[in-house]
C-alpha cells in the first residue's frame, strides 16, 4: 500500500465515520424528548438497530471502518516517527501547524479507548444480554420508567462517567477538526475557493459533535438529580 | 606558433551552419554506445549538452560541485531568454537579433558565430515549451514577451523574474530521463581538479569527491567544460559563492587558450555592500530601469547630510538632485546599456557623491513612476481629481505587479521599503565575457576538450546585451556541440574504451594529490577568504570597470605577490581525506590567484575602450562624444587568446583576428 | 539600514564529523554581528573565528545567496530557514534576532536526508523522485512543433508556474512533523499535470513518483500544512490536492 493509498483509506473510513457519528447523535437526540415524538423515535431507533438485518450488516462494516481508521492510525504513527530518526533538540511546530492536527494520534486514541468504555456499558449488553433500552417520558419531561434494568439513564446519573463522556467528545471535537477538512484534502477535494469553507465546515461540524454529545449527557446527569 | 583556425564556414552567412552541419562528420548510432564523454558542471550548457549528448546514444558522465545538478548558478538568472520568433510581428528577424548581439558586443565577437546563435534562438523556446517549461502566457494562450537592453523589439521570453529557473529545471528534467535510462551517470558533490591529456588528446579528468576527499579518475573520448563564468575573482559578484574557474584554468594550464580574461560585465543595477561582512552581491534586474529615475544629490552638503541621516532622501527637492544620467545622455536616459550605466554610476561615487555609509551608491527612485502610473490609472477607473493619496495608491499598486517580487527581495535584504523611499543600487561584477578560446565547433585548442556556455569566450564581445546568456548556454548545449563534437569522435570509433591505469593519468593524479597535500600542509596564518577578498580588491580597484596601465601593472605585480604569499601562508583546518570546505574554497582560490594576473595582463594589452572594458587612456578627446568611450578597431579588432607558459604573467597573445563581413563597423552612441 | 547596534550571540550547533559518527549540539559565540548581514554572513563571521583558533570550521550547504538555488538548509531557532517567512536561510538577516540571544541551528532531520557532516544534509532523494518521472519524455531535438502551436491559458500557465518555483531546498520535509516529502513531489506533479505538454505521462508519472518517494522513506503526509508555512517560495497545499487526485485518477482507470 503507497502512502497515498493510505491517506485515501484513512480519508474514506474517517467520513464514513463521521456519517455514523452525524446519525448517532441524531438518534441520541431522540432521548431528550424535546422534538417530535422524541421518545417514540428513539425506542423505534432502538429496536431498529437492533433487529434490522441491513443494520446488521452494517455494524459489521462499522466495526471494519473502525478498526481500519484505527490501525492505519497507528500505522502512520509508527512509520511517520520511523522517517525522522533523530529529533530536533529544538523544534517550533507551534510556528507552521494547529495543535489539532498534530495530535491526531492522541485524540484518536483516546476516543478509541472511549469506545472500548462505551462497547462495555451499551452495546455488549444491548447486543448479547439484556432487551433493548427503552424510554418513558412523562410529559413533563421526567423518566417515568424504563423496560430493562440495563439503563442508559442511570450511566448519567454517574458525575465521573459524564466528565469521562465529556472528555472524549472534546478531544473527538479536535480530532475532527482536522480531521473533517484533512479527509477532504486527501481525497483532492481542495483549492483556495472551496478550502477555506470546508474548514469552516469542518470546525463547525466538530462543536456541532462535541457539544452535541456532551450536552445530551450533561441533560440527562442533571435530569438524573431530579 | 600556430594561427587559430576558427574552422569558420566560408560562403553566405545563412547558409553556414546548415552547410556546416552536411559537411561534417557522423557518428553511427551503434558506435555511439561505445564513446564516452563527460561534461563538467550542470548549468543551462552543460545540462543541457549532458542530455542532449545522452540523448543521442553517447555515455555521458556528467560532474557538479553541487548536491544536485539543479543548483548550478545559470537558476538565478532573473530577466530572460532573446527569440527572433517575431511573435510580436515588429519585424525582427535572425539577422536582426544577430545584429543586435554583434554590435551590443562592441564588435568583438566572431560573426558566424553570433548568427548560428540566432539562427537556433527559436528552437530554444520550442524545445523549452515541449519539456512544460512554464513561460508568462498572454490571455489569448499564447506566449508573451516583454523588452529588454535597449533593442528596438520584443524578443525576450520570460517566466516572471525567475527565467533562469525554469530554463535550468528543464534542462535538469531532460538530464533526469537521461539519468533514470542510465545514459548519465550523474557525479554530484565532485570537483575536477586536472585535465587528463594522452597523447595530445584530452582522455579524462581528475575529480575529488568532495564528501569523502578521495581523488577518483574517470576517462572519456571528449572532455566537455560547462563550469561558468569566473566572476568570483572579484570576490564580491553576483556569482554563486561556489562558482569558480577551476576547470577551465586547469584545462588552460594543458594546453587551452584562454581568450579574452578582461572581458567582464559590470551589472548598474544590484543592491549595494552594506558593510565588511558582506559575502555576495544580488542583482535587481534591469528591467527596474524601464521606470526607476537614477540620481545623486548635486551638493555634498545633502550626501553628507543623507549619509549621516540628518536628511532623508525623498527630502531633496527636483532641483536638489543630479539625475545624472538623463543630463549626460538625454537620448537614452536611464535606458543606456549596462556598460554605460555602471560607468557614470563610478564616475560620480568617485568624485563623492555615493549614498551611503560605505560611499557606493546611488538612488534608484520611482516616485515619478509611481505619479505617471498612479494619474493614468485613475483616469483608466474613471476617479476624477483623484487626492495625491489616491494618485500614490494607484501608481504603487501598477508597480507591485510588474515588480512586485523585486521589491519584496530588496525590503528583505536592505530593510527598507522601495515604495516609499529610492533604492539604493551600486554596479557589480556580473557574468564574464572572456574565457576559454573555442573555434567553430566549440572546441577548444587541445583536441578532444570543448567548452561551452560562460566558459567559453562565446558570442558576446566585449558586452553581453540582456537575456542573451541563457540563449547562448541552451543554444551551444542542445544545439550546437551535440552536433560538432561528431565531427571529431567520428575518429574515435575505434579507440574503444580509455583505460584510467595509463602514466597520464598516473601523472595527473599525483600532481593533483602533491598540490592539495602541499595546500594542507602550509599551514600559515591567514584563512582562505582573506586571500580571496584582498585579490577581489585588487581586481575591482585596479582591473574592475575603469582601468589604467598604471593601476594593471600594480595589479599584477601584488596579485603575483598574493599568490605567493598564499602559497606559504594560507592555512586550512580539517582532513585532506573528508569533506573540507576550506580546502574546497582553496583550490579554487588557488586558480583565481593566477587567474586574475592574466586578467590584468589582457587588460593592459587592450590599449582601447570596448563594450564593458574602459580604459582610461582611451577616451573620445572632441565632438558630441567627448569623455566616452574611444573603442580602436584598427589596432585591436581581435580576439585575444592567451597561450599558458609557466606563468600567468609570462603568458604568450595569440590574436584571432575579426572579420566583419554582415555588419559595418560604428562607434556607439547614447547621447 | 537598521539603526540597531551590533550583536553578540550564543550559537548552539549541530556538529557532526561524518555520516557514520554520532554528532552533539556545540556552544560557540560570536561577536560584533551586524543586524544587516545575512544569517550565513553570520556563519561566515563564526568560522573565520574557528579558523584563526585552528578549528575546523563548520560545514553547511550554501551556494547562490540569493535565495533560488536551494542549496542553503539550516534549522534555525526550531523551524526550517529559522523564525522569517518566505525566504531562505540565505535571505534571513540577523535584525530578525536580539543581542544576546541563543540560537540553535540544526540540519534538516528526516531519515530520507541523512547527515553528511555538520549541517549539511545528503539529499539526492529529491533527484531520485525527479528521476523517477519529474520530466516530459520528449527529445532534445529542437524539432518539436512550434512554441505556439498549442495555447495554453494564462492561469493554468501561472498556476502551472507557482508550482514549478519549488527550489527543491527540503524544507517542507524538515518541517513535516511526519518528514513528509508530498509537497515537494506535488509541485512537479501539479506543473506537468496543469500543462498539455504533460498531460500525456501523468499517469505514469504521478504512480513513479510516488513509488520512489516512499520508497526513499519519507513519512506519509497528514494534511498538517507545516510544510506551506515554511516553503520559502509558498508553495501551496493546493498542489498536494492535485496530486491526490492525479493519484486517485491514475489508480482508479
Not at chain 2, 594561427?3 to 552567412?13: E, Q, V
Not at chain 2, 546514444?57 to 548558478?73: C, E, I, L
Not at chain 2, 587568446?641 to 590574436?655: F, Q, S, T
Request: aromatic share 10%.
Amino acid at each position: 500500500m503507497t502512502s497515498l493509498a493510505r491517506k485515501f483509506v484513512m480519508a474514506l473510513s474517517g467520513l464514513f465515520l463521521i456519517t455514523f457519528i452525524t446519525i448517532h447523535l441524531l438518534i441520541n437526540s431522540f432521548s431528550l424528548g424535546l422534538w417530535w415524538d422524541g421518545e417514540q423515535l428513539f425506542n423505534q431507533g432502538s429496536h431498529f438497530m437492533a433487529t434490522n438485518p441491513l443494520i446488521q450488516i452494517m455494524q459489521y462494516i462499522l466495526a471494519a471502518g473502525f478498526i481500519i481508521h484505527i490501525a492505519l492510525g497507528i500505522i502512520l504513527t509508527l512509520k511517520n516517527k520511523a522517517a525522522r530518526p533523530t529529533k530536533y533538540a529544538v523544534n517550533k511546530p507551534s510556528a507552521n501547524s494547529t495543535m489539532s492536527s498534530r495530535s491526531m494520534i492522541v485524540t484518536g486514541l483516546l476516543v478509541m479507548a472511549f469506545i472500548f468504555l462505551h462497547m462495555k456499558d451499551f452495546f455488549i449488553k444491548l447486543k448479547f444480554g439484556d432487551p433493548l433500552p427503552h424510554v418513558n417520558y412523562t410529559h413533563e419531561g421526567v423518566v417515568e420508567s424504563l423496560q430493562n434494568d440495563f439503563s442508559l439513564l442511570d450511566l448519567f446519573a454517574n458525575p465521573l462517567y459524564v466528565a469521562i463522556y465529556v472528555l472524549a467528545f472534546i478531544a473527538l471535537g479536535i480530532h475532527l477538526n482536522h480531521g473533517f477538512q484533512s479527509a477532504f484534502q486527501s481525497l483532492g477535494a481542495a483549492d483556495k475557493k472551496i478550502t477555506p469553507t470546508i474548514k469552516m465546515a469542518g470546525k463547525a461540524f466538530s462543536i456541532f459533535i462535541a457539544v452535541g454529545f456532551s450536552a445530551i449527557a450533561i441533560f440527562h446527569y442533571i435530569n438524573s438529580l431530579g | 606558433m600556430a594561427k587559430l583556425d576558427s574552422k569558420a564556414p566560408t560562403g553566405p552567412i545563412k547558409e553556414q551552419w546548415t552547410k556546416h552541419k552536411n559537411d561534417i562528420q557522423l557518428v553511427n548510432p551503434a558506435n555511439k554506445r561505445n564513446i564516452d564523454i563527460i561534461v563538467i558542471g550542470t548549468g543551462l550548457a552543460g545540462g543541457s549538452a549532458a542530455a542532449s549528448l545522452a540523448e543521442m546514444g553517447y555515455n555521458v558522465k556528467a560532474f557538479a560541485y553541487q548536491d544536485s545538478p539543479r543548483r548550478a548558478h545559470s537558476i538565478a538568472a532573473q530577466g530572460g531568454i532573446n527569440a527572433s520568433k517575431n511573435y510580436q510581428n515588429d519585424g525582427d528577424s535572425n539577422y536582426r537579433l544577430f545584429y543586435d548581439t554583434v554590435k551590443g558586443g562592441d564588435y568583438r565577437s566572431r560573426e558566424s558565430n553570433v548568427y548560428r546563435l540566432a539562427e537556433v534562438s527559436g528552437n530554444i523556446i520550442d524545445q523549452c515549451v515541449a519539456q512544460g517549461v512554464p513561460f508568462a502566457r498572454d490571455y489569448g494562450g499564447l506566449l508573451d514577451n516583454r523588452s529588454f537592453g535597449g533593442v528596438l523589439v520584443s524578443r525576450t521570453f520570460y517566466a516572471k523574474g525567475q527565467t533562469g529557473q525554469q530554463l535550468l529545471l528543464g534542462a535538469y528534467s531532460a538530464m533526469n530521463r537521461q539519468i533514470a535510462k542510465g545514459k548519465i551517470q550523474m557525479y554530484n558533490r565532485h570537483e575536477m581538479l586536472e585535465l587528463v591529456i594522452v597523447d595530445g588528446k584530452a582522455r579524462g579528468i581528475i575529480a575529488r569527491n568532495l564528501i569523502t576527499g578521495e581523488i577518483e579518475r574517470h576517462s572519456a573520448h571528449a572532455v566537455v567544460i560547462g563550469s561558468g563564468g569566473y566572476g568570483n575573482v572579484f570576490y564580491l559578484s553576483t556569482n554563486a559563492m561556489g562558482s569558480n574557474v577551476t576547470a577551465a584554468w586547469r584545462a588552460h594550464k594543458k594546453g587551452a587558450y584562454f581568450a579574452n580574461p578582461c572581458y567582464t560585465q559590470i551589472h548598474p543595477t544590484c543592491i549595494p555592500r552594506s558593510g565588511d561582512h558582506q559575502s555576495k552581491l544580488t542583482l535587481m534586474s534591469e528591467s527596474l530601469r524601464n521606470d526607476g529615475r537614477i540620481w545623486v544629490p548635486k551638493s555634498m552638503e545633502d550626501v553628507e547630510a543623507i549619509r549621516s541621516g540628518k536628511k532623508k532622501p525623498i527630502d531633496l527637492s527636483e532641483e536638489e538632485r543630479d539625475y545624472y544620467l538623463e543630463r549626460r545622455y538625454p537620448a537614452f536616459g536611464n535606458l543606456v546599456p549596462r556598460d554605460v550605466a555602471s560607468r557614470a554610476a563610478k564616475e560620480r561615487c568617485d568624485a563623492g557623491y555615493g549614498v551611503n555609509a560605505t560611499g557606493e551608491a546611488v538612488f534608484l527612485d520611482f516616485k515619478s513612476a509611481i505619479q505617471r502610473y498612479g494619474k493614468e490609472k485613475a483616469l483608466v477607473d474613471g476617479v476624477h481629481n483623484p487626492s495625491p493619496e489616491k494618485i500614490i495608491e494607484f501608481g504603487a499598486g501598477v508597480i507591485k505587479d510588474k515588480y512586485g517580487n523585486l521589491f519584496q527581495m530588496y525590503n528583505k535584504i536592505v530593510d527598507t521599503d522601495p515604495y516609499t523611499t529610492p533604492m539604493m543600487i551600486y554596479p557589480a561584477v556580473h557574468y564574464t565575457m572572456g574565457g576559454l578560446w573555442v573555434d567553430y565547433n566549440l572546441m577548444t585548442t587541445i583536441p578532444g576538450c570543448y567548452c561551452i556556455g560562460e566558459a567559453n569566450f562565446s558570442d558576446h564581445g566585449a558586452n553581453r546585451l540582456g537575456a542573451s546568456a541563457l540563449m547562448q548556454g541552451l543554444a551551444d548545449g542542445y544545439f550546437v556541440l551535440p552536433y560538432t563534437i561528431g565531427d571529431y569522435l567520428a575518429d574515435e570509433i575505434r579507440t574503444g574504451v580509455i583505460p584510467t591505469d595509463s602514466p597520464a593519468f598516473d601523472e595527473a593524479e599525483k600532481s593533483v594529490k602533491d598540490r592539495l597535500e602541499k595546500l594542507m600542509s602550509i599551514n600559515g596564518s591567514r584563512s582562505v577568504d582573506t586571500f580571496h577578498k584582498e585579490l577581489g580588491k585588487y581586481m575591482w580597484n585596479l582591473a574592475g570597470m575603469a582601468r589604467n596601465e598604471a593601476g594593471l601593472k600594480e595589479a599584477m605585480v601584488n596579485i603575483k605577490k598574493l599568490r605567493e604569499e598564499f602559497w606559504q601562508d594560507v592555512r586550512i583546518p580539517g582532513d585532506l581525506n573528508s569533506m573540507n570546505t576550506e580546502l574546497e574554497k582553496a583550490t579554487r582560490v588557488a586558480d583565481m590567484l593566477e587567474l586574475g594576473e592574466l586578467f590584468a595582463k589582457d587588460a593592459l594589452e587592450r590599449r582601447e575602450s570596448c563594450g564593458g572594458h574602459f580604459r582610461e587612456e582611451s577616451v573620445e578627446q572632441d565632438g558630441p562624444q567627448k569623455g566616452e568611450a574611444l573603442r580602436d578597431d584598427v589596432n585591436f579588432k581581435f580576439v585575444s587568446a592567451w597561450e599558458y607558459k609557466g606563468e600567468p604573467g609570462d603568458a604568450v597573445l595569440h590574436k584571432e583576428e575579426l572579420e566583419f563581413k554582415d555588419i559595418e563597423l560604428k562607434t556607439r552612441s547614447y547621447k | 539600514m537598521s539603526e540597531k547596534r551590533d550583536m553578540d550571540l550564543t550559537l548552539k550547533i549541530w556538529r557532526q564529523k561524518d555520516a557514520k559518527s554520532a554528532g552533539k549540539l556545540e556552544t560557540f559565540q560570536v561577536k560584533n554581528i551586524s543586524p544587516d548581514s545575512s544569517f550565513l554572513e553570520m556563519m561566515d563571521v563564526l568560522n573565520e573565528d574557528l579558523v584563526a583558533q585552528n578549528q575546523e570550521p563548520v560545514a553547511f550547504d550554501h551556494d547562490c545567496r540569493e535565495g533560488i538555488c536551494g542549496t542553503c538548509s539550516l534549522h534555525i531557532q526550531g523551524e526550517a530557514h529559522g523564525p522569517d517567512r518566505a525566504v531562505t536561510t540565505c535571505q534571513l538577516h540577523m535584525r530578525k534576532f536580539k543581542h544576546g540571544e541563543t540560537i540553535h541551528i540544526e540540519p534538516w532531520r528526516a531519515k530520507a536526508f541523512p547527515v553528511i557532516k555538520d549541517l549539511i544534509v545528503d539529499r539526492s532523494a529529491f533527484d531520485r523522485i525527479q528521476q523517477a518521472g519529474g520530466f516530459v519524455s520528449i527529445p532534445t531535438s529542437g524539432n518539436t512543433q512550434d512554441a505556439n502551436a498549442i495555447p495554453i491559458p494564462k492561469d493554468d500557465a501561472d498556476t502551472a508556474f507557482d508550482s514549478a518555483t519549488c527550489i527543491g531546498c527540503g524544507a517542507c520535509v524538515a518541517s513535516c512533523k511526519n518528514a513528509s516529502a508530498m509537497l515537494f513531489v506535488a509541485a512537479k506533479v501539479s506543473q506537468f499535470a496543469l500543462l498539455p505538454q504533460g498531460k500525456v505521462e501523468a499517469k505514469r508519472r504521478v504512480l513513479h513518483m510516488v513509488k520512489q518517494m516512499d520508497e526513499e522513506g519519507f513519512g506519509n503526509c497528514t494534511n498538517t500544512g507545516a510544510c506551506e508555512v515554511e516553503c520559502p517560495k509558498e508553495i501551496s497545499l493546493e498542489n498536494i490536492a492535485r496530486m491526490n487526485r492525479e493519484y486517485l485518477n491514475a489508480s482508479i482507470k
